[in-house]
């Protein structure tokens, strides 16, 4: 971590570890450089997709060959939902909520569009989600932990009502996945999509993984059949029949480089596991929270994120008229968090690496900035690109 | 290149640059390392896509804001063909040869299963092409230069006709770009794909680029509609609005390693020159032609590519009953070239670093192969992934 900086936006990028910086140096000079093409086979790159999702799978609850890792969230997002559609037909309605994460609406909204059938795209609010589930619906699509508040869904209650109307749910895992202990075999959850580059330190741009329960990969079915789905991609057959289990969600040939580097940095997740992980990251948020509410009471601040722990994943939200200019002025005071409008000041609690010294700091110097009104300085007021 | 070796492919693989090697390193530790997520903006990681894009258009004839780097060429593809499509309305034929890259049809075939209207796949051969061109033609598939042969397509005059008739025209560039000169602009083309990690360099899975005319882009509409392709990515607006031209074509959250390693390894390529650079080429496939028909006679070699350098791209193919086992043991003398099913000896000769000693040394490896039979050891027939 560079000197000084106070980073709490580990559920945006997650910083670079010793174990990728080398792995990526080996892959560039040694794999890329001296191995060439050869590497496909002798570097056992053709099967990263499935080894970095075996990998991952042991971090949610999953079987290894239910998770392969892909593309983008979004793409993989287009691929899994096209698919639980597919397995749906005849049932008229895509269900999720209207806070969900904007790029899971719009997938949503365009899978819905190439349907064969018609099909409404539904969005309730997050506690009438349970409720609005019913016989037409094909797919519930949510957001497991609110990329906003870090409210969190019950996973099981959610698919247990969905599986009873014969609906299938699909879990978005960004916030998720190594934030804290998820069991999608316990709570028998249909599909699951989650970002390789938050809580999983995979790098700028990672690509995210799928996961599909093993009872519905005979029936799976995706539209972006591309060589890498196919069963056997290098006979470079003409008609397209495509593999088995999860390997028919990969399409064009995958980013080795991101995924290498992903692979390395999983380890000091699986290393550290994931319910040591959720302890400290519950003691990290609460002592923030409290700090906060006890150093900055009077300022206009208002806890965003649900209060018991239970219900919150690995990150503090506050809500303040003025977040976006606060949050420009801690990045001055090198505490880094984020802003999602229209009020939302978001702070990321990595458990792996953010340490108590940084909670009891960054709390402080948000007192500091709120005292003393640096944040009315016109130039933090400036809108930029805030990822 | 490692000692010893005879890499022969570029075309399917390109090699590791002095450039991609230092900016990666730059960008892991320093960029990614130090600047965390504040190098979104700070580097400027947000425009790489965009960056990247205008640098490919440079070897392409086309304008930079009509070219931009996103996913995977199959992705690419998807989102480009199913653009093309909707442009053509009322029309029922999407047009390809029989011959296009396996991974070309099969997302043909998906943007046909997802379209509204009932849409007809029609394949035919390559001689065939504009002939087969109609009124009912909404989109013509191509990949310019053809994977197994090296033939390469008319793409002037294939685009008038298409264009006569109302259609539109897409050309998949993997074996082009960066292999010989390509004037997009001049042809009044109107789509194309290319892809990063062959004769630009750009490393293993490094995404693909799309162009489209700008003529084309206020009616462009794709189905991967993700954050990054909204006007406004960082509002988390709920509704889906299409930034402007080739930013639309986006979706997830950019490669940023991988587009980094792609932008410094195209400088090698821009610097050098399409027209230096094809002057090379066609002098070293000539040789190769020269040295291989004089020194493999009567050894069942047959050029499989155009005779005639016109017509052919920066590769040249012979076929043999038994190819794939002579690939295998030229391999052994660390000649690399590859093998495409059912008889392909495939090799490439990118021109930025291939020297003519090499192309001498390889068709004196290749007459030593064939005369001794070293092929016919069991262990070459053995088939594995070569890809």
Avoid at 256 to 281: E, F, N, Q
Avoid at 382 to 387: E, I, L, P
């Amino acid at each position: 971590m560079p000197d000084g900086v106070i980073y709490l936006d580990g559920n945006s990028l997650g910083p670079l570890s010793r174990a990728a910086r080398d792995r990526l140096r080996e892959v560039v000079d040694s794999e890329w450089g001296q191995g060439l093409i050869g590497s496909w086979t002798e570097a056992n790159w053709i099967n990263l997709p499935a080894r970095v999702g075996g990998k991952v799978a042991g971090l949610i609850g999953a079987e290894p060959q239910e998770v392969i890792t892909c593309d983008s969230t979004s793409i993989t997002l287009f691929k899994l939902l096209a698919a639980a559609r597919a397995l749906r037909p005849g049932r008229r309605v895509l269900l999720t909520d209207a806070g969900n994460f904007p790029t899971d609406t719009y997938i949503a909204e365009s899978v819905a569009d190439i349907s064969p059938e018609a099909i409404e795209l539904r969005q309730v609010r997050a506690d009438a989600i349970i409720e609005a589930i019913d016989d037409e619906t094909a797919v519930v699509s949510l957001t497991h932990v609110n990329y906003r508040t870090g409210a969190v869904y019950d996973m099981a209650a959610v698919t247990k009502s969905a599986h009873a109307r014969g609906a299938l749910v699909l879990w978005d895992l960004s916030h998720s996945a190594g934030a804290l202990p998820v069991d999608l075999g316990a709570c028998d959850a249909d599909m699951a999509v989650g970002c390789g580059y938050k809580y999983l330190n995979g790098g700028p741009g990672a690509p995210a993984w799928a996961f599909a329960a093993s009872r519905l990969h005979p029936n799976l079915a995706q539209p972006l059949t591309g060589w890498m789905g196919h069963q056997a991609p290098f006979e470079f057959s003409g008609r397209y029949e495509p593999a088995a289990g999860m390997r028919q969600m990969l399409t064009g040939t995958p980013p080795v480089l991101a995924l290498s580097s992903l692979d390395a940095s999983l380890d000091d997740v699986v290393d550290a596991g994931m319910d040591r992980l959720r302890t400290k990251s519950v003691a990290l948020c609460e002592l923030f929270i409290r700090q906060v509410e006890a150093r900055c009471a009077g300022q206009g601040l208002a806890l965003a994120s649900p209060r018991d722990a239970v219900h919150r994943g690995s990150q503090v939200s506050f809500r303040h008229e003025d977040g976006f200019a606060v949050i420009r002025a801690l990045l001055e005071s090198k505490v880094i968090g984020d802003f999602r409008a229209p009020d939302i000041m978001r702070f990321g609690f990595a458990p792996l690496y953010t340490r108590f010294v940084d909670v009891w700091d960054a709390a402080e110097k948000l007192a500091e900035v709120l005292e003393s009104g640096t944040w009315r300085d016109p130039r933090f007021s400036v809108r930029g690109a805030v990822t």
